[in-house]
């Protein structure tokens, strides 16, 4: 099966392998221009020509595609019921839609029921995760467009959690912190199980650009200098730095609140943060991070866990 993520800023490809623990071939190319904004394909027909002349160079041949998918538009909720018959339940579904959606017509819905968590074994926890009809519409066509059968569509924050669980990255109190380039996900794990997940309006691209307005250069260029350059904990770079931080502050507030509300909630302690996305190798973030939380921080080392966690989680049915 071939899985894509089709970012802001990259396209990712993954050809899952049976025989391979992780995955097989996988493949970076950029987004072109103006055909994605916060997850909603808006020109899918140049999309559709760049991943066929992708496909085509590098010889893939499978037939079946599933997609993952990142925007702050998604709406995704953790809910705890009663104990109840399974008729009774979907009727407390429809109303709990109804409260978190209330345009709930115009979105394509679904729900799978989660493990309980110690010491809340009498209640039935059920994961409600939704995207507007118009995004979902749009990823159903570009399979057709590249003729591929469509297995499913997924939430980020789901096939993140699916890959860090089968990656064994899941043990403890985890936050996963994926800082994309328009959207930040922060997902919560309890030793492997889901707990929720959250969006925050923030992304990469405003660092980035933050850079390329210091040095006077171009975007690209300010995407190397941000993997290659020490603009935190550097005095000679304090006014970047400043600059910088501030631009992370309001996104450290919304962290801080979604472990307030763990806390809060389970009465737990988050034990550990994973940060992934191109971000989040800015040199210097992860001590901020973790001097900032006083939580310890880690920030993968291998590439392939960089950049293809949530495509691969995508592929993992059934998990």
């Known amino acids: 099966m071939l899985g894509i993520e089709i970012g802001n800023f990259n396209i990712k490809l993954l050809v899952g392998e049976k025989k391979n623990k992780f995955f097989g071939k996988r493949l970076i190319i950029n987004t072109p221009s103006n055909v994605i904004t ?72 679904d729900y799978r029921y989660l493990p309980n968590i110690a010491e809340k074994n009498k209640t039935i926890r059920v994961l409600i995760a939704s995207s507007p009809k118009d995004i979902i519409e749009k990823y159903v066509k570009l399979a057709e467009m590249l003729k591929l059968k469509l297995e499913a569509i997924d939430i980020y924050s789901n096939s993140i959690y699916k890959a860090c669980k089968k990656m064994n990255l899941a043990e403890g109190i985890v936050s996963v912190v994926d800082i994309g380039a328009v959207v930040t996900n922060a997902t919560v794990i309890n030793n492997g199980n889901y707990i929720f997940s959250r969006s925050i309006e923030f992304g990469g691209n405003k660092i980035t650009q933050i850079i390329a307005n210091a040095f006077n250069i171009d975007f690209q260029a300010a995407e190397e200098y941000k993997r290659s350059k020490k603009f935190i904990g550097e005095e000679n770079y304090k006014d970047i730095e400043d600059t910088i931080l501030l631009s992370f502050s309001e996104m450290f507030q919304q962290l801080s609140r979604i472990f307030d509300f763990y806390y809060a909630t389970y009465h737990k302690n988050i034990q550990k943060i994973i940060m992934l996305g191109g971000t989040s190798k800015l040199l210097g973030l992860r001590e901020y991070v973790e001097d900032y939380f006083r939580i310890p921080t880690f920030v993968t080392e291998t590439e392939d866990y960089l950049y293809f966690l949530p495509v691969y989680g995508c592929l993992l049915r059934g998990e």
Do not use: W
């Open 38 to 109: 916060n997850g909603k394909i808006i020109d899918i027909n140049s999309l559709a020509d760049v991943i066929n002349e992708t496909l085509k160079r590098n010889n893939i041949k499978e037939k079946q595609v599933c997609f993952t998918i990142s925007s702050s538009n998604n709406i995704i909720r953790d809910l705890e019921l009663p104990l109840m018959k399974e008729e009774e339940i979907e009727k407390a579904l429809y109303y709990e839609i109804e409260q978190y959606i209330p345009d709930y017509e115009n979105y394509v819905i």
